[in-house]
Structure formats: structure tokens, C-alpha cells
């Protein structure tokens, strides 16, 4: 659809918007979405299992079904940017972060949440991979 290139920050908002539509069972004009986002967001619906396993293991007390939608979908696309688009961990997790307190964060708590949550993800992806 695009004719200019989003930057990564616009990338990663729309691919957490269109995630978040999908989750809601919500309904999209496939013409009206970057190709760069629908290709992402639709590999990640793909690694969906591998990717909530990785997120639900990554949380004490916690799992996907307790969270609010918006941190689900942010989390999951940092964890699909960490563990299929080969970003180096720290610009997916700071750059979720970032998305977080736009979209989600209140009174500072999710931003802490999410990064523990990403940390501990990072840290498991690492481990795995060795």
C-alpha cells in the first residue's frame, strides 16, 4: 500500500494497532495497511503460539489472559522483533517501552511490568539459542 517508507517507530505502532484490531476480532481494509506491517503482523500470527509460550513463561504471577490488550500486543510484537527480525533485544525492549507509555502507561507501573516481562524474554530467547 505505502508509497513512503514508515519510520521504524511508525512501523512498530501500526503493527501494534493492527495486532490489536485482530485481537478484538475487529476489521481492516487490506489496502489501507503498510505491506511492510501486513507481512510482519502476519508472521507473527504464524509464531503466535511459540511467541505466547515464550511471553507466558516469562511472567510470575502473571499470563496473556490478565493483561490488558494494548500490553499484549506490544509485548508480543517486541518478543516477534527479538525472536524472528534478529533486532538486537535492547532496541525492541527500549523501543516497546516507548510505545508503552504512548499507549499504556498510567502512572509508570506497565513501563516497569513490560520491562521486566521483555527482560526476562530476552534473557530466556538468549539462553534457548545457545
Do not use: H, W
Request: aromatic content about 8%.
Amino acid at each position: 500500500m505505502s508509497e513512503n517508507k514508515l519510520s521504524r517507530r511508525e512501523f512498530r505502532e501500526n503493527s501494534m494497532k493492527l495486532l490489536y484490531i485482530l485481537e478484538v476480532g475487529g476489521d481492516y481494509e487490506r489496502d489501507t495497511v503498510d505491506d511492510e506491517v501486513y507481512n510482519a503482523v502476519s508472521n507473527l500470527i504464524n509464531n503466535n503460539d511459540e511467541i505466547e509460550a515464550l511471553l507466558n513463561n516469562s511472567m510470575t504471577g502473571y499470563n496473556l489472559k490478565r493483561l490488558n490488550l494494548v500490553d499484549k500486543c506490544i509485548l508480543k510484537f517486541a518478543v516477534y522483533e527479538m525472536m524472528f527480525m534478529d533486532l538486537p533485544p535492547q532496541i525492541a525492549i527500549n523501543e516497546a517501552l516507548e510505545i508503552t507509555k504512548i499507549y499504556s502507561d498510567i502512572d509508570g507501573k506497565q513501563v516497569a511490568f513490560n520491562n521486566k516481562v521483555l527482560d526476562t524474554a530476552k534473557d530466556l530467547i538468549i539462553n534457548g539459542r545457545k
